[in-house]
């Protein structure tokens, strides 16, 4: 099955190059082995480019699908080649219904993923309790884990377009605005336009 990552490296016009990794996902030391040296990894990230140059907004929309990966990547390469990770997370229960709203959250070390996904994971977990108790229904509880995803630990939650085709739990359910870290918005802003590129 894999663990599957998406890989973003960045531009000097400061759009994307996408890559893929079949295994990238399975634990965050992976960056490591993200270098000027080895910026494949030695093979781990597939050297076909899957989209480009694209901004980080079509990442999180046409490509980051978080249902399937569990981690991205975002690259800069330069003097000291940076490699930034984060946990992706499914903000949806397994029924099938809307699979398009996720999250991703900083991690810069094995055991701060290791913090990210069991926080997450017993979180998630004791809401599906809840709305199945019927103590609380989904819109709320999404509404909720969306809240303490981003408040706890400062997550960007996002929306992946495939999940237009899919039918909404409730009508009524809008979702929190998608959002990207002020910092980065600030940081890779267009000088010439002054919109992001």
């Given at each position: 099955m894999g663990h599957r990552a998406l890989v973003a490296y960045r531009r000097p016009d400061q759009r994307y190059d996408l890559r893929y990794s079949h295994w990238?996902?399975?634990d965050v030391s992976f960056a490591d082995r993200i270098s000027a040296e080895t910026p494949l990894?030695?093979?781990a990230i597939d050297a076909?480019?899957?989209?480009g140059p694209i901004t980080r907004e079509r990442i999180l929309g046409e490509h980051l699908d978080p249902c399937i990966?569990?981690?991205l990547y975002?690259?800069?390469p330069g003097a000291d080649y940076r490699v930034s990770a984060y946990r992706v997370c499914w903000l949806e229960w397994g029924d099938g219904r809307d699979g398009g709203r996720g999250a991703i959250i900083a991690v810069d070390s094995t055991a701060a993923d290791r913090t990210v996904r069991t926080w997450f994971r017993a979180t998630k977990t004791a809401l599906a309790d809840i709305i199945e108790m019927g103590a609380l229904?989904?819109?709320a509880a999404?509404?909720?884990l969306e809240a303490r995803v981003c408040e706890d630990e400062d997550g960007t939650v996002y929306t992946y377009d495939d999940a237009d085709g899919l039918e909404p739990n409730e009508s009524t359910y809008t979702p929190t605005p998608d959002r990207w870290l002020e910092a980065d918005e600030n940081r890779n802003a267009d000088p010439e336009d002054g919109s992001d590129a």
């Open positions: 990238g996902g399975e990894a030695d093979g076909n480019l899957l989209a990966h569990e981690v975002l690259v800069e229904s989904r819109r999404q509404a909720y």
